[in-house]
T-cell receptor, first 113, second 115 residues
Framework: AQSVTQLGSHVSVSEGALVLLRCNYSSSVPPYLFWYVQYPNQGLQLLLKYTTGATLVKGINGFEAEFKKSETSFHLTKPSAHMSDAAEYFCAVSEGGNEKLTFGTGTRLTIIP | GAVVSQHPSWVICKSGTSVKIECRSLDFQATTMFWYRQFPKQSLMLMATSNEGSKATYEQGVEKDKFLINHASLTLSTLTVTSAHPEDSSFYIC???????????FGPGTRLTVT
């Protein structure tokens, strides 16, 4: 079975500050890991994903995440927050090759002007 | 590429009636489609997985007779909420994956309100 834990249901950062959203997973097989962003009343947009290979993954809008197997983590970062980054962020895992996604509970990111 | 649409984007219906939500892959063939529901300020919960031409596989606790899923073609899946009740009010999101199956492409969601 697979599961995802997102620490911090709400995160607030100042505009221009570092964004760090935490995600830990459990999986019985090598995982595929995803970060999605959701704006109000909209579907999910893929930010980035890790399947195999390089553990540091770069995504859209300046976000990146690093897969750390030893820590079972896949934290999302962005060096400098922008007001447009305010949204809900979901971490998800699938057990490599299995299409079924399991989502974390989400983190609402607020940007302080 | 990889665009998924949903129709309608929002719907209000009376308790006891049925409502159908469509999910279409616009520029690829979706061998597998997924239906999720999301309650306010909560995560997405997978309801069912459907493969074209096959019966849907429902997650534990999801009533298959209440949430009817049809995946009749490689570009269209429908979710019908039968005899809707206020507790069925939610945000329903579909996703689709192609034959490679390594990524799901999400639709914009449908907000259902049952009065």
């Amino acid at each position: 079975a697979q599961s995802v834990t997102q620490l911090g249901s709400h995160v607030s950062v100042s505009e221009g500050a570092l964004v760090l959203l935490r995600c830990n997973y459990s999986s019985s097989v090598p995982p595929y890991l995803f970060w999605y962003v959701q704006y109000p009343n909209q579907g999910l947009q893929l930010l980035l994903k890790y399947t195999t290979g390089a553990t540091l993954v770069k995504g859209i809008n300046g976000f990146e995440a690093e897969f750390k197997k030893s820590e079972t983590s896949f934290h999302l970062t962005k060096p400098s927050a922008h007001m447009s980054d305010a949204a809900e962020y979901f971490c998800a895992v699938s057990e490599g090759g299995n299409e079924k996604l399991t989502f974390g509970t989400g983190t609402r990111l607020t940007i302080i002007p | 590429g990889a665009v998924v649409s949903q129709h309608p984007s929002w719907v209000i219906c009376k308790s006891g009636t049925s409502v159908k939500i469509e999910c279409r892959s616009l520029d690829f063939q979706a061998t597998t489609m997924f239906w999720y529901r999301q309650f306010p300020k909560q995560s997405l919960m997978l309801m069912a997985t459907s493969n074209e031409g096959s019966k849907a596989t429902y997650e534990q606790g999801v009533e298959k007779d209440k949430f009817l899923i049809n995946h009749a073609s490689l570009t269209l899946s429908t979710l019908t909420v039968t005899s809707a009740h206020p507790e069925d009010s939610s945000f329903y999101i579909c996703s689709a994956s192609d034959a490679g199956g390594r990524e799901q492409y999400f639709g914009p969601g449908t907000r259902l309100t049952v009065t």
